[in-house]
């Protein structure tokens, strides 16, 4: 009697599970290409400091903005192929990389950065789970290459 109850349960908590993911991907909106950026804040995962438009910290012709998060384990696996990269070498010149923590509660997204040698540049997080849903992001790392400041240009390789 013991294990059918138990069966049960954990039937009950995969059809839960499976609504739940079939919700998230619903909610998710994948960026077109030219699109602008949805309304999506950063703020510091270490200090304080108030949220700035993601927008603002992409300022400029072009930018590669790379969503990882430190205790990503494929994260981490490539972070020895990055070591150094701040940009990316193109015919026209360099494209600045942004680096930016899929959840600003990620405490050691500056320690990460700093022995990868990512980024000079305090280390930032996005502000909500519900922010990070309307960039489409359901997994990392994610490439974002990102013109004029706020519109999406295309996506690197999904790993």
């Known amino acids: 009697m013991m ?11 995969i059809i839960v599970l499976l609504v739940q993911l079939v919700r998230i991907r619903a909610e998710a909106s994948p960026l077109a290409t030219g ?16 949220p700035i438009d993601i927008s603002d910290l992409l300022s400029g012709d072009c930018h590669l903005l790379v969503l990882f998060h430190s205790q990503c384990p494929v994260c ?11 940009e990316v070498k193109s015919g026209t010149g360099g494209i600045p990389i942004r ?10 997204a500056a320690a990460f950065l700093r022995r990868h040698q990512l980024d000079s540049a305090p280390a930032m997080g996005i502000k909500s789970i519900r922010e990070l849903k ?6 990392w790392p994610r490439f974002f290459l990102v013109a004029n400041g706020n519109r999406f240009v295309g996506e690197g390789p999904r790993i």
Request: hydrophobic share 50%; proline share 6%; net charge negative.
């Open 99 to 108: 680096w930016v923590s899929v959840t600003a509660s990620d405490s050691g």
């Open 134 to 139: 309307a960039l489409g992001v359901e997994v």
């Open 35 to 50: 699109e602008a950026l949805p309304a999506v804040r950063v703020v510091l995962t270490e200090g304080k400091a108030p």
């Open 3 to 13: 294990t059918n109850a138990r069966g049960g349960i954990v039937v009950a908590l």
């Open 76 to 86: 981490e696996r490539l972070a020895p192929t990055w070591s150094g990269l701040t």
